[in-house]
Structure formats: C-alpha cells, structure tokens
C-alpha cells in the first residue's frame, strides 16, 4: 500500500527530481482500500505517520491502526481482545496515541516500543479516546460514560484529569496539548459547539468565534501559543488563527465557500482544506503570502488533485489526502483516495 522505499529516500535527504514549477516533492503512497478516507491523521518530526481505525483494510480482522516508519509499515493492534484500533497522533519520539475498541467499551491507549497501555477513564465512565500527545508524553482526549462526554488530560505517569465543560454546554473533548501543556478543542451542545483553551493556571476558557459565526472548534496548538480551528455558520465554515489579538479568518482558495484548518507548526503554517462548488482543495496559510492553495505548489504532471492536508510538521513536510484526477470540470468525487507527503524542496 505504501512507497515505503521512497519514503525511506525522502526522510534520508535523498529528494527526487520534480519539475522546476513545483514548491514540494511528492511521495504518492498509493491508493487507500475502500472506506479509509479518513484514515491519515499524524505526523512527527522524523516524517512518521499514523493513521487507521477506517473501513475493513484488514478484513475479518477489523480495521487496526498502524504506523509508517523509512523502513516499514506498522500495525499496531491495540489493547488486548479488540476488535478495530485507530492512531490519532505521534510524538516526537516516536509515541502513539489513539483509541481500541475492546467489545465492551473504546478505550484510549497510548503505545510505545515497550508495549500498549490503557489510559483508562474518568471515574463512573467507561469510555475513552485519546487524540494529542506532547513531547513530555502527556495526552489529551475526552471520557464518556453516564453523564456525558468530558475532556481530560493524561499525565506521562497515567494519571486522569477532567478538564470541565464550557456553561451553559453538556460536552467536551480535547483534541491537541503543546509542549507546555496548553490544552485546545471543543465545548457545547449537539447544536453549537466552541473552542477553548485550558492551560494549568486556570480554568478552561472559550475562544472568541468570528464575527457573525455561531459555532467553532480549536484542533491544533503549536509551542507559540497559536491556535488553529474554523469557525462555522449553517454550512459555512473559515479556517481560523487564535493568537494573542484574537481570532483572524484565513479566508477561502478562489471560488471556495468554506474553509477548515487542520494541523499547525511551530513556523506559523497552517494546513487544511478549502471547499467549493468544484470540490476540496488542500491548502498552505502564511502570514506572508496567504493561502495558497498546494496544488499549485507540486510538480504540474500530477495526476491527483491534493484535497486535504491534514498535518504539517516543523520541517515543513505536509501529510495529505488526494484523489484521482480527470481534468478540469471532470473531478470525480468516488475517485480511489490517495494518500500524499509533500516535502518542500531545499
């Protein structure tokens, strides 16, 4: 499934020659089976990814997260009895963080080389997910059980710590935490949900939506303080920056009517997709140029249109979703689903 031994190339220095107009290399690791659209989540700074958790890639076995190293592809089971598994990020050095699905209950974990643990859940629950770890191996995600779905922060050491809810919600759940223990996601109802922030030194507090926009969620946060989401109105959503002034709007691709950011580094890069009439494009946002939308950023002889970049690193390498290309007016939304790394040339 994987171009393994061009990736391993990639994360060596060994860049391929491209075409002189493309800003990115791209290593295509082929298409995805069936079902596993959204099966790519996390990348680290060694190029790492992990992913899984979607459709029936393994059969009968149940779908199961993995990981893809320079020298292999992974599968990490999860915890013991389950059914399915799913990867939703990686550390730095190299930590894995997702949820498994035991046939009791989904249990967050959290894997390294020694083996998988069970982070547990909040007393009373019996539910977990784990969706963020950091450099000193806390992770982030949410408990559930009788009384709703409620974000929590895990020490290294295991430990469980509820996080709260925003008033007047009934839910929430965290979704990324920096170095310094900074903590975003998302707070509300079924109907309006809204970012927050949680840091140690107080409690959690919302993040001001955009003018005229009613909901908003924060999934990203890098080791500045910045924080990168969308907000979102009916069926229209913006990419969104929360820094210190505020929250500001990334705007649309040309023709775009809605806008999602989804992974941010440490440079100030933002990556997500932008949507229109036309379809889903991947998207780079610099204070400097904008957004650019990161089709027009790889080689011209691409056959694929890159619709979603889902994580960007502090080298600067993308993990994307493209899917097949037939031409202009012709993009075919059941085309095969690729997966992308695009890697900035020197």
């Known amino acids: 499934m ?16 491209v075409d002189a107009a493309g800003a990115y290399t791209v290593v295509d690791f082929g298409a995805l089976p069936e079902g596993t659209s959204h ?41 013991p009895g389950t059914d399915w598994s799913a990867a939703f990020a990686i550390s730095d050095a190299g930590a894995v963080v997702g949820s ?5 209950a989904i249990r967050a974990f959290r894997w390294t080389r020694a083996g998988t643990e069970d982070l547990g859940a909040l007393s009373g629950d019996v539910s977990s997910q784990a969706f963020g770890i950091n450099a000193r191996h806390e992770v982030v995600g949410s408990s559930s059980g009788p009384h709703g779905r409620q974000a929590v922060k895990w020490t290294a050491g295991g ?22 223990g900074a903590v975003v ?14 840091t140690s030194a107080g409690a959690m507090r919302e993040l001001p939506t955009l003018p005229g926009y009613r909901s908003s969620e924060a999934v990203t946060v890098n080791n500045r303080g910045e924080i990168a989401g969308w907000s979102a109105r009916d069926a229209e959503s913006r990419a969104v920056l ?14 775009g ?37 990161l089709n027009d950023l790889i080689p011209r002889q691409s056959v694929f249109v890159v619709t979603r970049a889902v994580a960007i690193n502090n080298r ?20 095969p689903v690729r997966v992308v790394l695009l890697v900035p040339l020197p």
């Open 2 to 17: 994987l171009a393994v031994v061009v990736f391993a190339g990639i994360l060596a220095g060994r860049v391929p020659s």
């Open 39 to 79: 099966v790519i989540r996390g990348l680290n700074i060694a190029g790492h990814v992990v992913g899984g958790g979607g459709g029936s890639a393994l059969g009968a076995r149940g779908a199961r997260a993995f990981l893809v190293t320079a020298n292999a592809l992974e599968i990490i089971e999860g915890l």
């Open 100 to 104: 498994s699905n035991t046939r009791t």
């Open 159 to 180: 430990r469980i710590e509820a996080l709260g809810v925003l008033f007047p919600g009934d839910s929430s759940q965290a979704l990324a935490i920096n170095d310094g």
């Open 185 to 198: 996601g998302a707070s509300g109802t079924p109907l309006v949900t809204r970012a927050f922030l949680w």
């Open 242 to 255: 929360w820094t210190l002034t505020g929250p500001q709007s990334l705007g649309t691709l040309p023709g």
């Open 257 to 293: 009517n809605s806008s999602r950011a989804l992974s941010l580094n440490d440079r100030g890069e933002v990556v997500g997709t932008s949507a229109s009439a036309a379809g889903s494009r991947a998207f780079i946002w610099t204070a400097g140029r904008g957004m650019q939308d």
């Open 316 to 335: 600067g390498l993308i993990l994307a979703i493209a899917q097949d290309d037939d031409g202009p007016g012709h993009h075919d939304h059941e085309a």
